[in-house]
């Protein structure tokens, strides 16, 4: 069975910069078994909303909300996913989510609370 694992919130001050992990767990997965791996995140009151993904071929995608400010990258060597993240604004506050998709099937992390405090 598959796990994500994130870690790397916390709490900081406009303009600044956080990165956050994913790392994937499982006897028989890794980065590689994912077509697509990549970040959502929910803010309070608001629906989950897509951030950033990358595919298995390192394509990149990402929210208009977030281009020019986020990175997302991968390291295969060490089943993790990245997410820098610069020039964070308030409406970043939200808890982010790790995401893989595999043949149809979506794997969630179990979170990680990003407060930006203005």
């Known amino acids: 069975q598959v796990q994500l694992v994130e870690s790397g919130g916390g709490l900081v001050q406009a303009g600044g910069s956080l990165r956050l992990s994913c790392v994937v767990s499982?006897?028989?997965?890794?980065?590689?078994?994912?077509?697509?791996m990549g970040w959502y995140r929910q803010a309070p009151g608001k629906q989950r909303e897509f951030v950033a993904h990358?595919?298995?071929?390192?394509?990149?995608t990402y929210a208009d909300s977030v281009k020019g400010r986020f990175t997302i990258s991968r390291d295969n060597a060490k089943n993790t996913v990245y997410l820098q993240m610069t020039s964070l604004k308030s409406e970043d506050t939200a808890v982010y989510y790790c995401?893989?998709?595999?043949?149809?099937?979506?794997?969630w992390g179990q979170g990680t609370q990003v407060t930006v405090s203005s």
């Open positions: 990358i595919s298995s071929r390192g394509t990149l």
């Open positions: 995401w893989g998709s595999l043949s149809g099937s979506n794997s």
């Open positions: 499982g006897s028989t997965f890794s980065t590689f078994s994912f077509t697509y």
